[in-house]
């Protein structure tokens, strides 16, 4: 079993920045590769970003591409998203999740989830 747990969500104005981060318990965190999702009222889960256990690869969605960046620390078994240039758009709840599948962009192969945190960019 892993547990995740999201913070770093808010209300931030266009353009501005948040920093999410993702700490894991459990099971050994180093060896799986770790995803950031997103959800808006009325639209399915998206794919944002994942990063491999070396933190040497990353993916990115083609919606946040340039703006987000996802980084690991294995040492505190944590993931972050740098988020910048924020757009209401980007308004959602973002979920960290972790799957033993090597840089899976996708929701189905993600097995384990956190309960999400919060993020609303206002116009």
């Known amino acids: 079993q892993v547990q995740l747990v999201e913070s770093g969500g808010g209300l931030v104005q266009a353009g501005g920045s948040l920093r999410l981060s993702c700490v894991a318990s459990?099971?050994?965190?180093?060896?799986?590769?770790m995803g950031w999702f997103r959800q808006a009222p009325g639209k399915e889960r998206e794919f944002i970003a994942a990063?491999?256990?070396?933190?040497?690869?990353?993916y990115n969605g083609d919606a946040v591409k340039g703006r987000f960046t996802i980084s690991r620390d294995n040492a505190k078994n944590t993931v972050y998203l740098q988020m910048n240039s924020l757009k209401p758009e980007d308004t959602a709840l973002y979920y960290c999740?972790?799957?033993?599948?090597?840089?899976?962009?996708?929701?189905?192969?993600?097995?384990?989830w956190g309960q999400g945190t919060q993020v609303t960019v206002s116009s």
């Open positions: 999740a972790s799957t033993r599948a090597r840089g899976s962009t996708l929701y189905g192969e993600y097995h384990y």
């Open positions: 459990g099971r050994t965190f180093s060896t799986d590769t």
């Open positions: 990063i491999s256990w070396s933190g040497l690869r990353t």
